[in-house]
Structure formats: structure tokens, C-alpha cells
């Protein structure tokens, strides 16, 4: 096993609820909460797309109901990067 394949492995064990649970707290949509909610959007984005999840398929309604992110221009490119490649397949 690579170093690599124990992050994967942590992320999808400890971080991706944690991540998910920032996201669809009621208050993330605040002002004050938008740019850490849009950041943890980005990075459940980036555990899809570069992870091997297997529950990737069930995220990826959620995901979508994220959507859309405007204010992290930084973290919209990433999501937007992906949703692309989503459609493109």
C-alpha cells in the first residue's frame, strides 16, 4: 500500500461526513458561512473526481444539489471543472 492510498482511505473514512455535514447545516448558506461551505464543496469535489469512492454515484445527487457556488472564484474552477468532465463522459 502507497502513502497515497492511506489519504484516500482516511478521507473517505473520516473526512468526507465531516465535509458533508458543513455543507448541509442549515446555516451554511449564511453569509458568514458561505466561503468555509464552498471550500468543503471543492474539496468533496476534488475527493470525487481524484479518490476512488465507492459510493461515488450516491454523493453525486447531493453534490449536484450543492451547486451552485459563486463567491470562492478560487474553488468554483474546480467544480465547475468537474461538472464539466461529468457531462463529457
Known sequence: MQLTDV???L???EALPLL???IEN???RAPEN???TENAISAVTKI????????ANDIL??????LPVWEDEDEAVHVYGYFC????M
Do not use: F, N
Open 26 to 28: 442549515a446555516d451554511a
Open 85 to 88: 468532465d461529468l457531462v463529457e
Open 20 to 22: 458533508i455535514g458543513v
Open 11 to 13: 478521507c473517505d473514512t
Open 61 to 66: 445527487p447531493r453534490w449536484l444539489a450543492w
Open 48 to 55: 470525487l473526481k481524484y479518490g476512488s469512492i465507492p459510493a
Open 34 to 36: 458561505i466561503s468555509p
Open 7 to 9: 489519504g484516500v482511505t
